[in-house]
């Protein structure tokens, strides 16, 4: 069955980085757009990036372009997330979801938490 | 950036009764919207795509309506396990930056 599974997670200061991944099996990965998308504690649903399929195309949120990078390796199938200058903004649990093109996120991982805290 | 708004933002319901979730887009987005069923401590869950297609798995008695700005997402007779926040997300601008609505809460009455 179609699974993604995220890690990376973790506590760190303002200003600084960390690298989230996203293992995924079950289906062919390499067919796929994939995307993160982010819950501050408490709150709604916020898309942050996707990355395409065949080119590795990426798009931004507003909120993030500039300091986070998504990429991926279809050699292991596993996606990531390059998160750097990190704000206590930025506090949230990060999904990564199978995406239909760039459109609706149809299979989630349970997520990983990111704290930004001095 | 298209806004998505939901209404109401918590609804209180009684099991087997009839449930009608809104939400409207700030500018027409066709039939490109998407509705997410989020229970607590876990990943939301794709229920409705292209506005009224169900997603694999999901009960009959979910269903999606609406276009333009317009959806509605009913749920025919709430079950137990329908107690959840409910989100809607727009899928059609260019650039591809998807947005959410707020959440409707559906709580036991």
């Known amino acids: 069955q179609v699974q993604v599974v995220e890690s990376g997670g973790g506590l760190v200061k303002p200003g600084g980085s960390l690298r989230l991944s996203c293992a995924a099996s079950?289906?062919?990965?390499?067919?796929?757009?994939m995307s993160w998308i982010r819950q501050a504690p408490g709150k709604g649903l916020e898309w942050v990036s996707h990355i395409s399929s065949f080119d590795s195309t990426e798009y931004y949120s507003d909120s993030v372009e500039g300091r986070f990078t998504i990429s991926r390796d279809n050699a292991k199938n596993t996606l990531y997330l390059q998160m750097n200058s990190l704000r206590a903004e930025d506090t949230a649990v990060y999904y990564c979801?199978?995406?239909?093109?760039?459109?609706?996120?149809?299979?989630w991982g349970q997520g990983a938490l990111v704290t930004v805290s001095s | 950036e298209i806004v998505m708004t939901q209404s109401p933002a918590t609804l209180s319901v009684s099991p087997r009764e009839r449930v009608t979730l809104s939400c409207r887009a700030s500018?027409?987005?066709?039939?490109?919207l998407a509705w997410y069923q989020q229970k607590p401590g876990q990943a939301p869950r794709l229920l409705i795509y292209?506005?009224?297609a169900r997603a694999a798995g999901v009960p009959a008695r979910f269903s999606g309506s609406g276009s333009g700005t317009e959806f509605t997402l009913t749920i025919s007779s709430l079950q137990s396990e329908d107690f959840a926040i409910y989100y809607c997300?727009?899928?059609?601008?260019?650039?591809?930056?998807?947005?959410f609505g707020q959440g409707t809460k559906v709580e036991i009455k």
């Open positions: 997300q727009q899928y059609n601008n260019w650039p591809p930056r998807r947005t």
């Open positions: 500018q027409s987005i066709s039939n490109d």
């Open positions: 292209d506005a009224f």
């Open positions: 079950g289906f062919t990965f390499s067919d796929y757009f």
């Open positions: 979801a199978r995406t239909i093109k760039t459109y609706y996120f149809d299979h």
